[in-house]
């Protein structure tokens, strides 16, 4: 379990560096402002929250993928406290989404599924 939960984790933290792309570096692109639902002039004036948000993203992914390289070199403590700080903010910010802002429920699933099973596994790994 404890290696499925890796795999999810390094998954979810992938998809968090994509996440930190869209908001920090092409929040105004039509692609993103696509994703996110917002005009031309709704991006420009949230381009700064954006950059900062994504940001955020981007310091969860990285706490999750210390996490994993710490679990891979055997220092197992350390890995899993990372790994389930990374994810478990990341599964935390996603119902905080679905709470304040329930027509964004498939974006909060998304953001918040893989994190959410990444803690699951890997406490159940942990404790068994």
Do not use: C
């Amino acid at each position: 379990m404890v290696i499925a939960a890796g795999v999810i984790a390094g998954l979810a933290a992938a998809l968090h560096v994509y996440i930190f792309i869209m908001e920090s570096l092409r929040w105004t692109a039509p692609a993103t402002r696509s994703i996110f639902g917002t005009t031309w002039e709704e991006a420009q004036a949230t381009q700064e929250m954006a950059y900062n948000q994504g940001f955020y993203n981007l310091f969860l992914a990285l706490t999750t993928a210390i996490g994993l390289v710490f679990m891979s070199i055997g220092t197992t403590d350390i890995g899993a406290a990372l790994v389930l700080a990374g994810t478990g903010s990341m599964a935390a910010a996603a119902v905080v989404l679905l709470l304040s802002s329930p027509d964004k429920r498939s974006v909060a699933l998304k953001q918040g599924t893989l994190p959410l099973l990444s803690v699951i596994l890997l406490a159940a790994g942990l404790l068994s």
